[in-house]
Each structure stands twice: as C-alpha cells, then as structure tokens.
C-alpha cells in the first residue's frame, strides 16, 4: 500500500519518511527536503484571485482532489501494482472541517475505486487550508482595480 501524508505547512513534514510513507507539501511549491513531493503550488494565489469568498467546503474538496491528482501521479502502475494496473492508495489529508468529509469518505472512496481501478483508503484530519478571509479578498479588489476594468488581456507565459 502507499501511503501519502499531507501538509499545509512545510515545517511540520518530519525530517525523515517511514518505508511505504510520501509526505506531500499541500499547496506549496518545491519542497526543500528530497523525498518529498508537492501538489497545488499556484492554487493559493489563484483562489485568492478569484476575489470572491470560498466556502470552507469548497476549498476541503479541492485539497482532496490535489491529494487524488497527487496520488494518481506520483506512483507508477507499472512499479506499485500488482496486476499491472490497480494500486493501492492511504491519504492522509489536512481539512478545515474534517467532520463534514467523514460521513462521504467512503462514497469518495467508492468512487474512486471505480473510476480508476485503484484502491483507495482516505483518512481526514484538522489542520487544512483555510479559505482567504473576505479583509484579504478586499485588499486583492483594491490592489486590481477590477471594477474599473473594461477589457480582458491575455498573458503570454
């Protein structure tokens, strides 16, 4: 089974990884310790942007689909399956409000069994990302200037 443990902050992933364990830096970019993946980078910001309020659950449920995408990614079939096809997969993912997920994890799980193939084992815990609060939303509309706006520009990257 693989296990993938997930982190909001970066100071709390143990120096060291237990044989079977990935810990994952949640919304982060490029971790600093070796071993350890991340998942999410941009999307602070991008949520941010957004300038609008983000329910608490909302963002739960993006934080569970960057740990599946994670998951889905970082560990090969063709290495972590027994038949060449279906792995097995334990999260363990930070929420804002874990209580809300524990009564659907296991219709998540049943889902996910089905549209991939996989196993997967989803366990929720406190500590999550937390939504921008509507005083940062307020200062991103001032520092964009969004409601003066009459055009839509495309940048290249």
């Known amino acids: 089974m693989n296990k993938l ?3 909001v902050d970066e100071a709390k992933i143990p ?3 237990v044989a079977g364990t ?6 982060g970019p490029k971790p600093v310790r070796p071993g350890t993946g991340s998942v999410g980078g941009p999307l602070e910001v991008a949520v941010r942007r957004l300038a609008v309020v983000v329910d608490r659950k909302a963002m739960d ?6 740990a599946v995408i994670a998951a889905d990614t970082y560990v090969s079939r063709e290495r972590f399956s027994a038949n060449g096809w279906a792995r097995e997969f ?3 993912i930070p929420l804002a409000r874990p209580e809300v997920w524990h009564d659907v994890a296991e219709d998540l799980e049943n889902a996910l069994n089905f549209l991939s193939g996989d196993r997967w084992t989803l366990s929720f815990r406190d500590g999550g990302m937390e939504p921008p609060v509507k ?3 307020k200062r991103l509309r001032k520092h964009i200037a969004i409601g003066s706006a009459d055009c839509v ?3 290249m990257i």
């Open 22 to 27: 990935t810990h994952v830096f949640l919304y």
């Open 153 to 155: 520009r495309r940048r």
């Open 135 to 137: 005083e940062a939303i």
């Open 61 to 66: 449920f993006l934080s569970i689909a960057l």
């Open 15 to 17: 120096p060291t990884d």
């Open 5 to 7: 443990v997930f982190h």
């Open 90 to 92: 334990n999260l363990d």
